[in-house]
């Protein structure tokens, strides 16, 4: 599995993988409140207005198995949170898109998750998405390691949220600990940190296998 950054030519495989692979989480349910292709779509739609816009700004980063992208993860660097917003003509795409409801309620889950961000420098894991069909396959494994030794070299704490409470031990292998548990639109999520660890990864922290 090699990890690099997400080249401009791979966005729309990129787009593909990240909207299939969150189409079922419980805020996914809950903010689009449809069947999964409606889903699909409506995350498609919202990934395509920031995945462009991350890849100029933030750190986006893909997985990937005999050359084919397989996963990915974008996250922010200290102070660089949260990313811009997409213009208007991006903003009217993704009305059309999503639909005024699904939007809104999005902008309600944003809301509440920036009442509980962290306010000293980190890196801020946005989103890390694989394939479905290579779940298990160790991209996510990857796409997490390399993130948290860039975090170490920083000497930068980390954080992140998950709506998925059976990734919390995920997590917590590669050195995330709960800083805190809350409910968005009813749908319980985990907010973890991980502290400064110096220049160079801990070897205890390792990512599972």
Do not use: C, K
Request: zero cysteines.
């Amino acid at each position: 599995m090699e990890v690099g950054r997400l080249e401009r030519a791979e966005l729309g495989a990129a787009v593909g993988i990240l909207a299939e692979a969150f189409r079922d989480n419980p805020l996914n349910r809950a903010a689009i409140r449809a069947d999964p292709p409606a889903r699909v779509r409506s995350n498609r739609a919202g990934i395509r207005s920031y995945l462009p816009l991350a890849l100029e700004v933030a750190h986006v980063a893909v997985a990937r198995e005999a050359g084919r992208p397989v996963g990915v993860l974008v996250a922010t660097p200290p102070w660089r949170w949260p990313l811009p917003a997409p213009g208007a003509l991006g903003l009217l795409r993704l009305l059309v898109g999503q639909g005024f409801a699904v939007v809104r309620r999005w902008s309600q889950v944003s809301a509440r998750l920036r009442e509980h961000h962290p306010g000293q420098p980190h890196w801020y894991l946005a989103t890390l998405g694989v394939a479905p069909e290579r779940w298990g396959a160790g991209a996510g494994r990857a796409l997490l390691g390399a993130f948290v030794a860039q975090a170490d070299a920083d000497g930068s704490a980390a954080y992140l949220e998950t709506d998925r409470p059976e990734l919390e031990g995920f997590y917590r292998s590669a050195g995330f600990r709960v800083r805190e548990r809350i409910e968005v639109l009813d749908v319980p999520v985990l907010l973890m940190e991980r502290p400064p660890r110096g220049p160079r990864l801990d070897e205890s922290a390792a990512v599972p296998t």
